[in-house]
RNA sequence: GCCCGGGUGGCGAAACUGGUAGACGCAUGGGACUUAAAAUCCCAUGGGAGGCAACUCCCGUGCAGGUUCGAAUCCUGCCCUGGGCACCA
C-alpha cells in the first residue's frame, strides 16, 4: 500500500480514451449483435458557448445506462450527432457577425471534444450532424415522400412578423407581443403562404398509442394536453342569406341557451354576414385585431373586444334569432372559427355578454350555484322537451334531435394543430418544391438531391418578406423538371424540428449515401430501445418524431409505428436557485471541473447532486466528497493487488450482497444517487473492517465502471486484468447471504419506539414478545398493564399495545 | 384558470407495499499526525430538557384536521414552490 501510485485522472482519463479508441472497445458489430441494445440520448444543439454541466448531466446519466447494459451481456449502440441547424444558431451568427456555415463546424470541432473528454461510451463511428449534405439530403426525400402522399401541403397562415428584424418569428421568439431582440417593437400578424405536415390526420392514433408506451407519467400527461381531445358536436345556425354558420361546442346540451353567436375575425362568413350600415365598424375591427400579434392576442389583455355584425342566425333549438358577433376571443384555428355563445354556463361568454348587455337565458340547475354555471353535474331548464334530464343525458338527446333535422353531427376535436414547417430564413434545409407557373408546386426529383444551400455572405433577412435565398439568382431560378419552363425554388427551407424528427433512423446507417436507412441495419436496431433527454422536448421533438414514424410505417418504409416504446425523462440542472440559461448568466461549462478534479469525479458529482429525473442544484462545495470516495477505492484497489487472497468476514460478505442488490436495482431505475451512496457504504464497511483485498474489491470495481469508467478501467487492469473491464460479467447476489442472520427488531409500546432487540431471522412472535418483555428498558413502559394487542411485523417490528 | 411535480437537519438528500425519520455526502466542531499548514485518519453533529456519566425523557417531515396499534407515506381542506398549457368553445 505504501507505494501505490497516486490517483492523477488526467493522466488515467487520456489514457483510457485512447485505449477505448484504438481497441474500438465502443464500436459494436452494427451488422450482427448477438443482443443489440440501442442507448439513444437526444442530440444536442452545438451552441457557441460549448457543452455546460446541464447537458453533461443529461449524457452522463444516459451513458451509465449505457455502460450498464453493456456490462449486463448486451451489444450497446451508443451515437452522438449535432442538431446543428435553426434559427438558433441564425440569430447568434447575425449577433456576432459571422456566418453560420463558419461557426457550426468550430462550434461541433468543440462540443466533440468535450464529448470525448467526458468519457461518453460513443460510437463515433455513427456521429451525423444536420447541416450535413449527406444528412439533409434525407431529410428533403423525407419531405418529397410527405409531398407525394398528400402528407405536405401548402395553405395560407398567420405568422408573427417583427417590423424590425423584418422576418418571421417562431412563436417562442415572441415575448409578451414584443420582439425578443427589438423589446420596444411590437409583433404583427402576417398572412403567408406556408407549408404544412398532417399530423392532425394522426391525432387520434398519437393519442391512442401512449397508453402502451413506457414512458416517464410527465411526458405522457403533456403529449395528451397538448393534443388536446374534446368531445361535442357540431351544430349548424341557419342565416336568412341562406349561410350556415357551424359550430363546434362541448356543451349541446346548453344550445337552448344560446343567445348570440361569435365568429373569429378572420372567418370566411364575416363579409357576406355584415351589414352594410355595420361595415365601417367591423372593418376598421378587423384591422385592429390583424396588427395584434397571435401571442398577445391569445396571453395579452383578457378584457374582450368585439362587434355586432349587424346581422341574426337562427338557433336551431329555439327557432329564435341571435345576434351574431365578430370578436378576437374565438380563434379560427381551433373547431370551425365560430362558437355559439351560452353566458349562462360558460365564463367568456358570461363576461362578454355582461360588457355588450347581451342577453343571458339560463338552461342548467345547479343547486348553490350563482351564474355562470359552468359544470356539467346539473340538470337542464328552459330546454323544451328536455327540461329535467342531467347534462350528460341531455347532451346526447338534443344532438340525436337536431341531427334527425339535419342540423348537428357528434363530433371530436382535437387541439393539435397541423405541423407549419416553413421558415422564412437561411440556415436550414432548403424544402425541395420548384415552382412552376405552369405546373404549380413541384418535387425535385430524389436523383438531384440534395437542394444544397447555397453559401450566402450576405444571409440577412431583408423586408421583403422574403427568404434570403431568393436573392440567390442562379440559385433562385431553375427549369421546371416537370415541363421545362422555367421555374423558381422554393426559398423557404424547413423546421428545425424536421431534422431531428427523424436523426435517430439515420444514425445505424449513417456510411450509406444510397438510401436513408438500411433496411436490415433498422430491423436489427430499431425501434430505440432506450431514449433518454429532457422534458423539454416532451411535446414538439417527441411528438414529431411519432408522427414521422407513424407515417413513414404507413408509406413502407419502417416496420414499426413507434419509434421509442422506452422513454425517460431526466430533471434539471439548477444553479444559485434558477434554471441555467444564458440570459441569466449562470451557466457552468464542466471543462474546467473536469480539469481540475478528472471527469470520472464530475460524472459521479453530477449524479449524485439528486435524482436523475429529478435533477438537482449544482454548487461546487460536494464535489470533494465523490473525490474523496474515488481515492479510496483507488487506495483499496491497490492495496488489494499486493494483498494475499483471504476470506470475507461475514459482514463484509453480508455488505457486498447487498450492495451488489441495490445498485443493480437503483442503476436500472435510473436512481443513480442511492446507488453511489450505496458503494459508498460499502467503502466505508471495507475501510472499517480492513480488507482490501481481491474478491471484495472486483465486485465493486465492476458495480462503479459505469459511473467512473476510465478508474474502473485502470484498476481492473491493477488486478492484472488484460481485457477491457467491460466485458466482465455484472456480479450477481445470494438473497439470503444479503439478508444475513440476525435481525434488529424495533419494538413499540402504543406505537412509540422504546427498544431494539436482536434475535435470530424468522424468530415467532411468540418469542419476539418474550424477549421484548424481558427488557427491563420496554417492561417499564408497558408497566404491568395487560397486553390489548400485539402487532408483529415479521423480521422488522413488534408494536405491543396495552 | 387548468394539468403535472415538489415542500424532510445548517446544506444536497435517503426512507421497500403504512412499520426504527434523517442513510450517503457537504459544511461545522473536537481530536490524532505535522515544526506548521494542506492532505489524510478518528469522534461528534435534527431541536429541547434533565444528569458527573453510560444514559433518560419530550418535540420534530409546509399548515389544520382525519383514518390506523402505528402516518414523511393514505384521506379532506389550506399555504408555499418548480414546470407545462392557457380566451381551445
Redesign the pocket.
Known amino acids: 500500500m505504501k507505494n501505490a501510485p497516486t490517483y492523477e485522472p488526467a493522466a488515467v482519463e487520456a489514457r483510457w480514451q485512447r485505449l477505448w479508441e484504438e481497441r474500438h472497445v465502443n464500436e459494436p458489430d452494427v451488422d450482427r449483435p448477438r443482443r443489440p441494445f440501442y442507448n439513444l440520448m437526444m442530440f444536442p444543439y452545438p451552441s457557441a458557448e460549448g457543452l455546460h454541466v446541464g447537458n453533461m448531466f443529461a449524457f452522463t446519466g444516459a451513458d451509465i445506462y449505457g455502460r450498464f447494459k453493456r456490462l449486463a451481456g448486451y451489444d450497446v449502440f451508443e451515437p452522438i450527432g449535432f442538431d446543428a441547424f435553426g434559427i438558433h444558431s441564425e440569430n447568434y451568427a447575425l449577433s456576432i457577425g459571422a456566418h453560420p456555415a463558419k461557426l457550426i463546424p468550430q462550434n461541433i470541432a468543440t462540443f466533440r471534444r468535450q464529448l470525448r473528454r467526458f468519457g461518453g461510451m460513443f460510437d463515433w463511428r455513427h456521429e451525423l450532424s444536420t447541416t450535413d449534405p449527406r444528412y439533409y439530403k434525407w431529410t428533403q426525400w423525407l419531405f418529397l415522400q410527405f409531398f407525394k402522399a398528400g402528407l405536405a401541403f401548402r395553405k395560407r397562415a398567420a405568422v408573427n412578423w417583427c417590423p424590425a428584424c423584418k422576418t418571421v418569428l417562431a412563436n417562442e421568439q415572441v415575448i409578451n407581443g414584443y420582439c425578443e431582440r427589438h423589446p420596444d417593437v411590437r409583433v404583427e400578424q402576417r398572412f403567408l403562404e406556408q407549408w404544412f405536415f398532417a399530423i392532425t390526420r394522426y391525432a387520434e392514433r398519437l393519442l391512442r398509442n401512449l397508453d402502451a408506451l413506457d414512458w416517464s407519467?410527465?411526458t405522457v400527461?403533456?403529449q395528451?394536453?397538448?393534443i388536446?381531445r374534446?368531445e361535442?358536436a357540431e351544430l349548424a345556425f341557419e342565416t336568412p342569406g341562406g349561410a350556415v354558420i357551424t359550430?363546434?361546442?362541448?356543451?349541446p346540451d346548453t344550445v337552448f341557451g344560446a343567445t348570440y353567436m361569435?365568429l373569429?375575425p378572420e372567418h370566411p362568413l364575416v363579409d357576406e354576414l355584415t351589414a352594410d350600415e355595420q361595415r365601417p365598424v367591423v372593418n376598421a375591427y378587423r384591422r385592429e385585431v390583424q396588427t395584434k400579434d397571435i401571442v398577445s392576442?391569445?396571453?395579452?389583455?383578457?378584457?374582450?373586444?368585439g362587434v355586432f355584425l349587424g346581422s341574426y342566425a337562427r338557433n336551431p333549438a329555439t327557432g329564435e334569432a341571435i345576434p351574431v358577433w365578430i370578436?378576437?376571443?374565438?380563434?379560427?384555428?381551433?373547431?370551425?372559427?365560430?362558437?355559439?355563445a351560452?353566458p349562462a354556463h360558460?365564463?367568456?361568454?358570461f363576461?362578454f355578454a355582461q360588457q355588450f348587455k347581451l342577453p343571458i337565458v339560463q338552461v342548467v340547475r345547479l343547486q348553490g350555484q350563482a351564474l355562470p354555471i359552468v359544470s356539467e353535474e346539473g340538470v337542464l331548464m328552459h330546454s323544451g322537451q328536455f327540461n329535467g334530464l342531467t347534462c350528460r343525458d341531455g347532451a346526447q338527446r338534443i344532438v340525436q334531435w337536431l341531427a334527425g333535422k339535419g342540423l348537428a353531427k357528434a363530433q371530436v376535436?382535437y387541439?393539435l394543430h397541423d405541423w407549419c414547417i416553413s421558415r422564412q430564413r437561411y440556415w436550414g434545409p432548403p424544402i425541395p418544391i420548384i415552382h412552376c407557373d405552369r405546373c404549380g408546386p413541384v418535387g425535385v426529383p430524389e436523383k438531384d438531391l440534395p437542394v444544397e444551400l447555397p453559401f450566402i455572405e450576405d444571409f440577412r433577412p431583408d423586408d421583403t418578406g422574403v427568404s434570403p435565398l431568393a436573392r440567390h439568382r442562379e440559385w433562385y431560378f431553375v427549369k421546371c423538371p416537370q415541363c421545362g419552363a422555367l421555374g423558381r425554388r422554393e426559398t423557404d427551407v424547413s423546421d428545425t424540428f424536421l431534422d431531428s424528427a427523424w436523426y435517430f433512423l439515420r444514425y445505424p446507417s449513417t456510411e450509406f449515401d444510397d438510401r436513408p436507412w438500411d433496411p436490415q441495419r433498422t430491423k436489427t436496431w430499431l425501434p430505440v430501445t432506450t431514449y433518454i433527454g429532457g422534458?423539454?422536448h416532451?411535446?414538439l421533438h417527441l411528438l414529431y418524431s411519432r408522427f414521422v414514424t407513424m407515417a413513414l410505417r404507413e408509406l413502407g418504409h419502417l416496420h414499426f409505428e413507434e419509434p421509442f416504446p422506452k422513454l425517460r425523462a431526466h430533471g434539471?440542472i439548477i444553479k444559485d436557485?434558477?434554471?441555467m440559461s444564458k440570459s441569466r448568466g449562470n451557466v457552468v461549462i464542466p471543462d474546467a471541473y473536469i480539469q481540475k478534479w478528472g471527469a470520472d469525479t464530475v460524472r459521479m458529482y453530477l449524479m449524485?447532486?439528486?435524482?436523475f429525473q429529478?435533477?438537482?442544484?449544482f454548487?461546487d462545495?460536494?464535489i470533494?466528497?465523490?473525490?474523496?470516495?474515488l481515492?479510496?477505492v483507488w487506495a483499496l484497489a491497490h492495496e488489494a493487488a499486493a494483498a494475499k487472497a483471504r476470506p470475507l468476514p461475514p459482514a463484509v460478505e453480508q455488505k457486498l450482497h447487498q450492495t451488489i442488490k441495490k445498485v443493480t436495482a437503483d442503476t436500472e431505475s435510473l436512481?443513480y444517487?442511492?446507488a453511489?451512496?450505496?458503494m459508498?457504504?460499502y467503502?466505508?464497511e471495507v475501510?472499517?473492517a480492513d480488507c482490501g483485498v481481491r474478491s471484495a474489491m472486483e465486485p465493486l470495481l465492476v458495480l462503479l465502471a459505469p459511473y467512473a469508467p476510465h478508474l474502473a478501467e485502470e484498476l481492473w487492469g491493477a488486478l492484472g486484468h488484460g481485457e477491457t473491464i467491460f466485458t466482465a460479467p455484472w456480479p450477481g447476489y445470494d438473497d439470503r447471504i444479503a439478508a444475513g442472520g440476525d435481525?434488529?427488531?424495533?419494538v413499540?409500546v402504543?406505537?412509540?419506539?422504546?427498544?431494539?432487540i436482536n434475535v435470530p431471522r424468522g424468530t415467532s412472535q411468540d418469542d419476539v414478545v418474550k424477549r421484548a418483555l424481558a427488557d427491563a428498558?420496554i417492561r417499564?413502559?408497558v408497566d404491568g398493564k395487560p397486553l390489548r394487542?400485539v402487532?408483529y411485523?415479521q423480521d422488522?417490528?413488534v408494536?405491543l399495545?396495552v
Not at 328 to 335: A, P, S
Not at 614 to 617: F, S, W
Request: net charge positive; no cysteine; hydrophobic share 35%.
Open positions: 407519467e410527465s400527461a403533456m395528451r394536453n397538448w388536446g374534446s361535442g359550430v363546434f361546442t362541448t356543451r361569435v373569429a392576442r391569445k396571453v395579452g389583455e383578457k378584457t374582450k373586444t370578436a378576437d376571443y374565438v380563434l379560427m384555428e381551433y373547431g370551425t372559427g365560430a362558437i355559439m351560452v360558460d365564463e367568456r361568454d363576461e376535436q387541439r422534458n423539454e416532451a411535446v434539471l436557485g434558477a434554471k449524485f447532486l439528486g435524482p429529478e435533477g438537482g442544484d454548487r462545495e460536494g470533494t466528497g465523490i473525490r474523496r470516495f481515492d479510496k436512481n444517487n442511492t453511489i451512496a450505496a459508498m457504504e467503502v466505508n475501510r472499517s435481525v434488529e427488531i424495533a413499540q402504543n406505537g412509540k419506539l422504546r427498544g431494539l428498558g417499564k413502559f394487542k402487532v411485523v422488522r417490528l408494536n399495545v
